[in-house]
C-alpha cells in the first residue's frame, strides 16, 4: 500500500527553512528519550533519525560525488548549532554515524563505500565507530585493550572497543585495532560476524538513549575486503583518521549552551534581576559562536583545544544558571534545565585530549596553569 505521507523537503543548506520544521518535530520528541521501558533500557530515536534521513541530513555530510550535498565545515557547525540546541542526543549519534560515514567515504577502498554509502545515505544501514582506544581512552594501558593480527584472509581482531554509540543498532562499526608492532588499521566490522559480543548499552549520567556499549571482538576473522586504513602507525593521526575531536564537540556544546541561555532571555523578560547574567552568557555565546564559524571557515583560526575549553566551560557555566533560573522546578524530572546540566557534563569526558581535561581541572581547581 502507498502511504499517504508527504516527503519533507531536504535540507540543501544551513538557512532552508526546512531545518526549523526539523527542529520543531525533534522538540515535539526530545522528551520521549528521557523514559526508559522496563529494565531501564532507554529508546533508541528511531523515529528522530529516520526524520533526519528524511530530511536528508546524513547528505550534509558527504561530497557531491557520493550523492552528498557536500557542506562545508562552516556549514555544518552551522547545522550541529541548530540541531543540537533541540536534541542533543539525537545531534551526538548522528555525530557517530558520520563519522563512520565520511572514513568510509575518505577511504580508498571502492568495494566498501558501493557496499555501504548507499544505505548510510537514506538511513536504511547504520554504521558508527569504535576508535578512542586509540586517542582518548585507555591510553594510559600498556597493553592495547583491541588487537590485531594478519590472517590469510585479513585481519583477526582480540579484545575489545569501550565505547561505541548505537552498537545495538548498528549493521557495521569502524573499530580501531593495534598490532605488536605498534602499527594500527581502521577496519569495518559487520556486527554480525562470529565473536562480535555487544554488551548492553550503559546507563548514563545523559544521552542514555545513545545506546553506547562496549564491543567485545573474541577472535573475530575480518576479510581484508573491509579495511580502511592501514596497518601503520598512527592511524588516527593521518588520513582518515585524523578528524577526531576538532571543532564538533565546541559546536556541540554551544548548541547545548544556546538552549539554556534562550531560556534565560525568555525568563528575563518577566524578571529583571535576571537580565544581567542572561545578557553576560548571550554576549560571550556569540563570541565563541563567532569564533566557531571563523575556525570552520579558517578565516581565522583558534586552536581546536582552546575553542574547546572554552566551549566547555560555557556549557557547564550557562546550563547550572538556567537551573538557577528555572530553580526548585527545573529540578523536578521533565524540565529541561535539569536535563541540560547533566547533558553538559558529558563535554567533560568526550573526546577530551588530556591538554583540555588538565586545563579544565585547573580551572575548576582555580589554580593558573604553571
Ligand atoms: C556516552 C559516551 C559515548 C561515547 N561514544 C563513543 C563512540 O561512539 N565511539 C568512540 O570511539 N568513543 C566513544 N566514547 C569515548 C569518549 O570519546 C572518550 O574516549 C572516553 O569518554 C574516555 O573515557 P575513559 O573512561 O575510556 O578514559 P580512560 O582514560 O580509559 O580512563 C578510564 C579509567 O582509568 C583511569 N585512568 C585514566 N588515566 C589514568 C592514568 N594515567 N593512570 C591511572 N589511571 C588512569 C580513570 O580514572 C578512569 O576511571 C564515548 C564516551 C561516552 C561517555
Known amino acids: 500500500m502507498k502511504s499517504n505521507k508527504i516527503k519533507p523537503a531536504e535540507i540543501k543548506s544551513p538557512s532552508d527553512p526546512s531545518l526549523k520544521k526539523l527542529c520543531t518535530s525533534l522538540h515535539r520528541l526530545a522528551f520521549d528519550l528521557e523514559i ?56 551526538f549519534i548522528i555525530t557517530q ?29 547504520v554504521s558508527t565507530v569504535g576508535i578512542s582506544h586509540l586517542t582518548t581512552s585507555k591510553q594510559h594501558l600498556s597493553q592495547p585493550v583491541l588487537r590485531a593480527m594478519e590472517t590469510e584472509k585479513g585481519f583477526l581482531l582480540d579484545g575489545f572497543s569501550p565505547w561505541v554509540t548505537g552498537a545495538t543498532q548498528a549493521d557495521t562499526i569502524v573499530v ?16 554480525h560476524i562470529p565473536g562480535v559480543k555487544i554488551d548492553s548499552p550503559d546507563q548514563l549520567v545523559a544521552f542514555s538513549s545513545s ?31 585524523a578528524r577526531t575531536g576538532g571543532y564538533q564537540t565546541c559546536t556541540l556544546a554551544l548548541g547545548l549552551a544556546g538552549a539554556a541561555i534562550e531560556f534565560m532571555i525568555t525568563e528575563s523578560r518577566n524578571r529583571q534581576d535576571i537580565v544581567p547574567p542572561a545578557k553576560a552568557l548571550k554576549n560571550q555565546w556569540n563570541k565563541l559562536r563567532k569564533m566557531l564559524l571563523d575556525s570552520t571557515s579558517s578565516r581565522q583560526i583558534t586552536r581546536a583545544a582552546s575553542l574547546r575549553q572554552q566551549c ?29 546540566c547533566r547533558e553538559a557534563l558529558f563535554f567533560m569526558v568526550w573526546s577530551c585530549p588530556q591538554s583540555v581535561i588538565n586545563g579544565q581541572l585547573y580551572q575548576l581547581a582555580e589554580i593558573l596553569p604553571e
Not at 529516520?50 to 557542506?71: D, I
Not at 566547555?312 to 536535563?339: E, I
Open 36 to 91: 526508559p521501558s522496563e529494565g531501564y533500557l532507554y529508546p533508541w530515536p528511531q523515529t528522530q533519525l529516520e526524520l533526519c534521513a528524511q530530511y536528508g541530513v546524513f547528505k550534509w555530510f558527504l561530497e557531491e560525488r557520493y550523492g552528498g550535498f557536500g557542506w562545508n565545515e562552516e556549514e555544518l557547525a552551522l547545522g550541529y548549532l541548530e540541531l543540537s540546541s533541540i536534541c542533543q542526543t539525537t545531534s
Open 211 to 241: 545506546h553506547t556499549s562496549r564491543v567485545n571482538f573474541e577472535q573475530v576473522e575480518v576479510d581484508a575486503k573491509w579495511l580502511l586504513a592501514g596497518p601503520i602507525e598512527n592511524v588516527m593521526s593521518r588520513g582518515i583518521g
Open 312 to 340: 566547555n566551560s560555557l556549557v557547564l557555566r550557562a546550563t547550572q544558571a538556567s537551573l538557577a533560573v528555572a530553580k526548585g522546578s527545573g529540578f523536578v524530572f521533565g524540565h529541561p534545565a535539569g536535563r541540560w
Open 176 to 191: 580501531g585495532a593495534e598490532f605488536g608492532d605498534g602499527r594500527q588499521i581502521l577496519i569495518v566490522v559487520p556486527t
Open 97 to 125: 554515524l558520520t563519522g563512520a560515514c565520511r572514513r568510509i567515504a575518505q577511504s580508498l577502498n571502492d568495494y566498501v563505500r558501493d557496499e555501504l554509502l548507499p544505505g548510510l545515505l537514506s538511513g536504511s544501514h
